[in-house]
């Protein structure tokens, strides 16, 4: 893969602040607010002001949502970026661990010493249906004639799982059952709920297999970060979370061209991460995970992308308890987005939230029932493409 | 953390639209897409009852749908071969809703097709393929047997076929 | 001491007013191809990272990000899209090597207006919906105009001034066979064109082309590896003034971001003396022609108010003290949307290269690049090269 090891970073990264909106179908307040809340939240925790920070990098997906076209200028004051340094990236779903990895290399090549990492998306606006925005991510000339909603595609992936690995519906169906329950602790959520395996397998059938309650939401929200260097870290606060790996991967557009039954550029993209944080066994050394998991099947693919459990072992494991809270490996602790919500770029910065509080045991009820040192969370995005990784560390 | 309210005020679906200074968009995007030489060239095989598939003179690969390029040796494909347009379904689903997330009244079958086209390692993770509709009743899309059922396109009679993927109009099984 | 990072590499594909032979990802692996040979690097081998800029609503696709990685190498390969212009492609790549988590980048950027058949449309939903959207304003780029009137008014610079930018940019572009837009125009011309946004003539603004460009760039070591012809990045700058739903916070008649940008250029560059004595060629921001002269000003290539007053003594001409596209800018070239600020960079590089031919500078040593994302926004970007 020829990616460089050594690295000339005498300064380690770290997260030292985090800040999230409720997360919810429909805000009052516009992108720039929702971004703005964000972004406080997490320089009051931090104990830092906008004075402090040197450079932003916003994350947000499809303009179409918002309906703002140049999408990270529109937020660009909401986030900070006042007579500052600021860019925004973008890799579909995968965005939202994006944006914490990119603020690394702001730090790291000595650029920048803080760096405000912001996610927001507001789905809301989009008339008459969110949905219809998604008509909008396929091949204009291939695929679009076929009329394609977004879900199709996910089903394509979630059947082939099924049948590949010998998955049924009421087995994947737990990661629903999970999360929304991990997401009843969890003040940002906005479908937590304690439903049962039947209730999912009841729920409204949209595109055989998935159905209604496999599925995560629309949401409108926003989640943000502080990001410094070792020295700013350390007198800021006495717990920093170090960015220990970063990894990103990006497949072609021709997912008709693919076996879906494995992200294969998720784990080259964790690989990557892993490579560079120094970890050989992913399944024995990270203590708590957040794999994304915009469809229950999805976090179970993106466990074993994640090698956090053999290709097609997931859901027997998940079945035994063991990515419970109280279980060997948790997973979710948040909630996930079948919990807390899926603001697409947004919920991936959520995700690394939830893990930095994790890692600083301030996650109340949420605590995992283990200790943790070592973290993982990965987002997807695009036409099954983007794996985007980031290893953390107290 | 240890705040329990978080920020944000929530809106019901009847609220947010009865808001004082609710203001309504409704942007004109539209654009002309170019084919360029390799998509076009396939636009044009569809509508002569082909699929053609377009060939890397380094590694061999045969792409399903073509490209100008092999991602792999990243030099410019060059030779056109027509391919089989029988296959192998990959996955198959089927949708009860439509684009705009409304119920729909016959619902789609839709999959993805390994074409049997030559190069490929058989259960290999790649494959040439496609991605179009199943003519099977959704019984039988969501039993078993259904992946790795061996399929053929089913073409639009010549008169309809207008040079678009639609021209096939689904792919059905090979009994 | 920190890594010097170097272009190793760069290719393009169109430079004119419509590309119908090609579909978007075509130009995408011409520009690549074009790069990666003349870096004599093997994208599937050499490369670590891939950028590409875009934005959804000027390519047509949601999630543009989708379409990236195929046509330039990046295919399982760690790839990501900057929406923004290319410039700021180039700002991630230079801190992906100084960081040391690759050696070598690519970065890609393109633009196909002619594509675009609602351009206006597209341009206004640019603007905040709610308090700037709704207001008749007949073309977006009216905030242009408002711009040129506070320059005009703040430095004494005459519509005459403006003309001459035009005239001097569409002139020089007729030695560039990348510049479709280039005429021997005459400033009565200029002059006497109806306005299209008050106090610009057509002439005055840019039109649109397509085109892509990819730039390969390298750590010092990495270089060595696949070329000697290297120009280096001495240093890059980039900066946001305010969003563009804060328009109301913008310095009018000022372009703030380009400061703040080249501020953060010229410290990483350790620029010794002024920047008006730094560089032998400037290849800057002039979509609408008042922006050239502020750019300038901002850039600390000419004093507050003088930019107008040297251009009518011939300093910024080709054959002047400090060349001001030699290329002829997007005013004859055209504006590729996000690839203009790499457009402007392609310039700059071959002209350090001594590969510009008819419009070649002699003697080119050091230049400076700036870009400005167009309207309505109010973000910048700046780089200083240097010949290897």
């Known amino acids: 893969m020829g990616m460089v090891t050594n690295l000339f970073v005498k300064d380690r990264v770290a997260i030292v602040g985090a800040g999230i909106t409720t997360f919810m179908r429909r805000a009052l307040e516009t992108p720039r607010e929702l971004a703005w809340e964000a972004a406080r939240m997490a320089l009051d925790q931090a104990g830092l002001t906008l004075k402090d920070v040197d450079c932003v990098v916003i994350g947000s997906a499809p303009d179409t949502f918002d309906g703002v076209h140049l999408k990270g200028e529109y937020l660009a004051d909401g986030s900070g970026a006042i007579r500052k340094p600021m860019t925004r990236v973008y890799v579909g779903g995968g965005t939202g661990v994006f944006v914490p990895v990119s603020a690394w290399w702001h730090v790291a090549s000595g650029l920048c010493k803080t760096v405000l990492a912001v996610g927001e998306e507001k789905m809301s606006p989009a008339h008459p249906h969110p949905q219809y925005v998604f008509r909008y991510i396929w091949d204009p000339i291939i695929h679009r004639p076929l009329e394609p909603n977004l879900i199709w595609i996910f089903a394509m992936e979630m059947r082939r799982y099924m049948a590949k690995c010998g998955a049924k519906k009421e087995d ?38 998935v159905q209604e309650l496999d599925v995560s939401p629309v949401t409108d929200g926003a989640a943000a970060l502080v990001i410094t260097s070792e020295n700013v870290a350390r007198q800021v606060t006495d717990s920093p979370v170090w960015i220990e790996g970063v990894g990103f991967t990006l497949d072609n557009q021709h997912w008709e061209n693919r076996e879906l039954a494995f992200p294969r550029y998720l784990n080259y993209a964790a690989r990557m991460a892993y490579r560079m944080a120094g970890i050989e066994r992913p399944w024995k050394e990270i203590d708590v995970a957040e794999p994304y998991d915009p469809f229950d099947y999805k976090e179970l693919h993106h ?58 045991y301030e996650a109340g009820k949420r605590q995992v029932k283990r ?6 969370a990965n987002a997807w995005g695009d036409l099954m493409q983007a794996g985007t990784v980031i290893v953390l560390g107290n | 953390m240890s705040v329990t309210k978080l920020p944000g005020t929530k809106l019901g679906s009847k609220e947010m639209y009865s808001l004082p200074g609710l203001v309504e968009s409704a942007p004109q995007a539209k654009y002309d897409f170019s084919a360029g030489p390799t998509i076009s060239r396939f636009l044009q095989g569809l509508k002569e009852g082909k699929i ?8 061999g690969r045969i792409y399903v749908p073509p490209r100008d390029y092999c991602e792999y040796c990243h030099v410019a494909l060059t030779d056109w071969v027509e391919v089989p347009d029988t296959g192998t379904v990959h996955t198959a689903v089927v949708s009860y809703i439509s684009v705009r997330r409304e119920r729909l009244e016959k619902p789609e079958i839709i999959g993805v097709i390994r074409l049997d086209v030559p190069g490929y390692p058989p259960n290999g993770y790649e494959f040439a393929g496609l991605f179009h509709r199943l003519c099977v009743p959704p019984e039988e899309a969501m039993s078993d047997e259904v992946i790795g059922m061996k399929v053929r396109a089913r073409w639009k009679p010549k008169e309809q076929r207008t040079g678009s993927i639609l021209d096939i109009e689904c792919f059905e099984p090979v009994r | 001491m920190p890594r010097r990072v170097g272009i190793i590499g760069v290719g393009w594909y169109g430079f004119r007013p419509s590309t119908p032979e090609v579909h978007f990802q075509g130009m995408m692996f011409e520009s690549s191809h074009r790069a990666y040979a003349d870096a004599n690097v093997d994208p599937r081998k050499d490369v670590d990272v891939f950028v590409d800029c875009q934005e959804d609503l000027w390519e047509g696709i949601a999630i543009t990000d989708e379409f990236a990685p195929e046509p330039i190498g990046g295919t399982l390969r760690p790839t990501f899209t900057v929406p923004g212009d290319g410039l700021l492609g180039v700002a991630h790549a230079y801190m992906l090597i100084r960081s040391g988590l690759a050696d070598v980048v690519a970065v890609e950027a393109h ?52 003309a001459l930018v035009s005239v001097k940019n569409r002139t020089n572009g007729l030695k560039n066979e990348r510049a479709p837009y ?43 590896r696949f070329t000697d012809k290297v120009v280096w990045l001495d240093g890059i700058g980039f900066s946001t003034e305010t969003g563009s739903g804060a328009v109301e916070w913008h310095a009018w008649g000022r372009m703030l971001s380009m400061r703040d940008a080249a501020l953060m250029a010229y410290k990483l560059a350790g620029l010794a003396g002024s920047p008006s004595e730094s560089f032998d060629l400037a290849e800057v921001e002039d979509r609408f022609s008042f922006m050239e002269l502020l750019s300038l000003e901002e850039l600390m290539l000419a004093k507050e108010g003088e930019a107008h007053r040297l251009l009518e003594q011939g300093h910024f001409n080709l054959g002047g003290p400090l060349p001001v596209n030699p290329s002829g800018g997007s005013l004859a070239m055209g504006v590729q949307l996000e690839a203009t600020g790499l457009a402007r960079l392609l310039e700059a590089v071959l002209q350090l290269r001594g590969e510009a031919g008819p419009h070649q500078v002699k003697g080119a040593r050091k230049a400076v690049v700036a870009t400005w994302r167009g309207v309505p926004t109010y973000t910048s970007a700046v780089a200083v090269l240097s010949a290897g």
């Open chain 3, 111 to 162: 633009g196909k207006p002619s594509e675009i058949r609602t351009l206006q449309d597209v341009y206004y939903m640019a603007f905040d919906p709610l308090h700037v959207r709704p207001l008749p304003t007949g073309n977006p780029f009216f905030l242009a105009g408002l711009d040129a009137q506070a320059y005009m008014q703040r430095t004494g610079a005459s519509r005459e001034h403006l």
């Open chain 1, 303 to 360: 466990i074993e992308g994640l090698m956090l459990a053999r290709p097609c072992e997931a859901w027997k494991l998940l079945k035994e308890g063991y990515f419970n809270r109280d279980g060997e490996l948790p997973t979710s602790p948040s909630g996930g987005l079948l919990g807390v919500g899926n603001p697409i770029a947004a919920a991936g910065v959520m995700k690394v939230a939830e893990l930095f509080w994790q890692l600083r």
């Open chain 2, 52 to 59: 053609l598939g377009r060939k890397c003179p380094r590694c």
């Open chain 3, 182 to 224: 280039s005429a021997r125009l005459t400033v009565d011309d200029v002059l006497s064109a109806p306005y299209a946004v008050y106090p610009l003539t057509r002439y005055d603004i840019a039109g649109f082309s397509d085109a892509s460009v990819t730039v390969v760039l390298a750590s010092e070591e990495a270089a060595k």
């Open chain 1, 172 to 209: 994947i169906a737990l990661v629903s059952v999970k999360n929304k329950r991990n997401a009843l602790d969890n003040p940002a959520a906005q479908v937590a709920a304690n439903i049962t395996v039947d209730d999912v397998l009841k729920s409204e059938v949209l595109v055989w297999p």
């Open chain 1, 371 to 376: 200790p943790v040192h070592r973290a993982v």
